[in-house]
């Protein structure tokens, strides 16, 4: 059985593009002569398999990373210091504003170190600046123990007044910012733990145009997205006499039953309307199944939701906006819109014509930069069914992956190769594209929640 397209004679994937010089090689594909093949494993049969199942497949769990040979055993905290003002504070992701906005206000908070919580964050500056410098060595990992130890001691033993609790905040994300470079789950907790300390402090009512509502932005936007990436994510260790599929929904949405916090900032500011629309999607859409969603109210609801995301405005992202900041916004209502239309649509009907808006993403600067957010990546990814446009996503992984400023696209790349081979084998079948079970079953397939900040 050959499982890679195009194929001789099979029309449905019959057209071939040539391999340019800006293609090098991606995990899935070989190229014979000018053609390029995304193959399809045993991996990507055993998930197709598992996605029409009850009960989850036991998955196992990478092992833990190798440590680097530590490069200066005493090296000068400055060092790192300087080292993350000039380098390493552009892998911070931010959304709305620039990565050196985020890091004068880190530095300005993290210099300031005579408390415990000022403490925890000058090690988690040093320990994130570290993994970026050298890799995860001893003195990374000294320096998070460091910054774990003292982020415990200071919910203990402080009397957290805004300023405590914003350094603990900052270094929340820090640790939060860490853990996707190491490759594990953990980050989810850092950003959970910045957004109960935001709501159980004066943070969530700080005005909005200080240094801490910077702060409280940067979260927002991260556990924004962590909401996204658990609206999919299904753990596959239980056992499979365990509770059925909608059960287990319903135990996840349970755990994740945070108060989130919502900057109390102008409804006219698209990034945070389009944060704000993104979290009510992954928060309201129900599994086409589901037979609530023939409820009046509920298609009420949607409808409503999808005028709201089509009407953001993009002109006003903020006091001065830039090109960067008004076409990120762009790109995030481009993939909110398809997002909600896909996850909204049954399988049973039409699939909503989005060509229009598809093509406007595919024809637009996609074609030559680099992608700094990965949302919209994923999503475009997900509407890329012509060659043409498999090679442009390909294209940009890569130069994604050569962008030194942006951090490992891996968990990315393997979740889109996951999701194309999941369609394909839809396509050669009869059984009814389930776009909520393919793109739940590609992100799950990770040992790690992916993050898609």
């Not at 036991?58 to 060092?79: A, C, F, G, V, Y």
């Not at 109390?264 to 599994?287: K, M, R, Y």
């Not at 090679?391 to 999701?419: C, F, H, K, P, Y």
């Not at 009814?432 to 799950?444: C, E, H, N, R, V």
Request: a negative charge.
């Amino acid at each position: 059985m050959r499982l890679s397209w195009p194929r001789e004679n099979d029309k449905k994937r019959a057209i071939t593009v040539k391999a340019t010089q800006d293609v090098v090689v991606f995990p899935s594909r070989r190229r014979y002569g000018k053609v390029v093949f995304l193959n399809t494993f045993w991996q990507d049969l055993e998930e197709y398999c598992y996605s029409f199942e009850e009960s989850p497949r036991s998955r196992t769990l990478e092992s833990s990373p190798k440590l680097n040979l530590q490069p200066q055993r005493h090296i000068n905290h400055m060092d790192l210091v300087y080292h993350f003002h000039n380098f390493a504070h552009v892998s911070l992701v931010t959304f709305g504003q620039r990565p050196s906005d985020i890091r004068d206000v880190l530095l300005s908070m993290a210099l300031v170190h005579d408390e415990v919580s000022g403490i925890a964050l000058f090690h988690a500056l040093l320990a994130f600046s570290s993994l970026h410098r050298h890799g995860l060595n001893e003195q990374t990992i000294q320096l998070k123990g460091r910054a774990l130890q003292s982020l415990s001691a200071s919910v203990n033993d402080e009397i957290l007044t805004p300023g405590k609790a914003a350094q603990h905040v900052a270094a929340s994300m820090l640790l939060g910012a860490f853990e996707p470079i190491e490759g594990t789950s953990e980050w989810l907790l850092h950003v959970w733990g910045a957004t109960y300390m935001i709501q159980a402090t004066p943070l969530k009512d700080q005005p909005s145009n200080n240094d801490t509502s910077r702060l409280l932005q940067w979260v927002h936007y991260h556990e924004t997205l962590s909401r996204f990436a658990m609206h999919h994510w299904r753990h596959q260790s239980l056992a499979p006499e365990g509770p059925s599929r909608s059960a287990r929904r319903s135990q996840a949405a349970q755990k994740l039953s945070l108060t989130r916090h919502r900057p109390t900032h102008p409804a006219v500011n698209p990034t945070f309307a389009i944060l704000n629309l993104l979290s009510e999607v992954c928060d309201t859409v129900l599994d086409s199944r589901d037979p609530r969603t023939s409820n009046t109210n509920y298609q009420d609801h949607l409808q409503d939701l999808k005028g709201r995301v089509g009407n953001v405005s993009i002109e006003s992202a903020s006091a001065e906006p830039t090109s960067d900041s008004m076409f990120a916004v762009h790109l995030y209502q481009i993939a909110t819109q398809i997002y909600l239309a896909r996850l909204s649509q049954s399988p049973w009907e039409p699939a909503e014509d989005l060509d229009a808006l598809v093509d406007a993403a595919f024809a637009g600067p996609i074609q030559s930069c680099s992608c700094e957010h990965f949302f919209p990546l994923l999503i475009l990814a997900c509407e890329a069914h012509r060659d043409d446009q498999r090679l442009a996503i390909i294209n940009l992984i890569e130069r994604t992956q050569r962008d030194t400023r942006i951090r490992s696209i891996e968990g990315v790349r393997n979740t889109v190769r996951s999701i194309w081979a999941q369609q394909d084998l839809h396509k050669d079948g009869e059984i009814l594209m389930d776009y909520l079970g393919i793109m739940t079953t590609a992100i799950s397939s990770s040992s790690a929640v992916p993050s898609f900040a």
